[in-house]
């Protein structure tokens, strides 16, 4: 979560959002003096880098955040397992999927193509907006094909998406109209079909 002192002092629940979130504050300054705990701390929007034209941000870092992204891409591909279950009575696909940090149920329901209702009725969960990392929750697909919606993060290849999601590069490719796979951006959406 990404906020100002001013608004992680006085207008947001801090203490529901170090819950689920990595706090992030925006303190431009010498020294950070907000009280609460956070794991980052942007410090200045006038830094300098040799090579890119204009300011960039300068921030201090007091958690291991790279290795924390590091370890939930490598458990991408148990994210969206199917495990092989099928529905006797309906002929629906149930799959595992593990919550990471910052999932929210809207997402999760959003990228399996079915409703935050449905995923809460199966798994007993009484508040839509609770869920936690390392959760596993069943999901119902109404086909035999699952579709995912993945965003390209920095450091992604298709190669490593198409092993996390145990498909092929040649699919991701053309069921994305990518003429070259080895060109990808961050922040492209990507429809993983399986």
């Known amino acids: 979560m990404y906020a100002n002192k001013y608004w992680l002092t006085n207008l947001l629940d ?16 010498d020294n950070c003096t907000y ?6 701390w942007q410090k200045s929007s ?3 880098i040799e090579g890119i034209n204009g300011y960039v941000d300068l921030d201090e870092m007091f958690r291991d955040l790279i290795s924390d992204v590091a370890n939930s891409e490598q ?17 629906q696909n149930i799959i595992e999927y593990k919550v990471k940090q910052g ?26 907006n609770k869920i936690y990392a390392g959760q596993i929750l069943k999901i119902e697909t109404s086909n035999g094909q699952i579709e995912v919606t993945y ?3 920095r450091g992604d290849t298709l190669s490593q998406i198409a092993q996390n999601y145990n498909t092929t590069v040649e699919k991701i490719a053309k069921d994305n109209n990518i ?16």
């Open 103 to 128: 999932d929210t149920l809207s997402e999760i329901a959003q990228n399996y193509n079915t409703s935050i209702e449905k995923i809460a009725k199966a798994n007993n969960i009484v508040d839509v």
């Open 35 to 40: 009280k609460g705990k956070y794991d980052m």
């Open 179 to 194: 003429a070259n796979p080895n060109i990808i951006f961050v922040g492209q959406i990507l429809k993983i079909k399986r």
């Open 75 to 91: 458990n991408v591909g148990q994210n969206s397992q199917n495990v092989g279950q099928n529905s006797q009575n309906v002929g």
């Open 46 to 48: 006038s830094g300098k």
């Open 151 to 153: 965003k390209v993060k």
């Open 14 to 29: 801090y203490e529901e959002l170090q819950k689920r979130y990595t706090i992030w504050v925006a303190q431009y300054s």
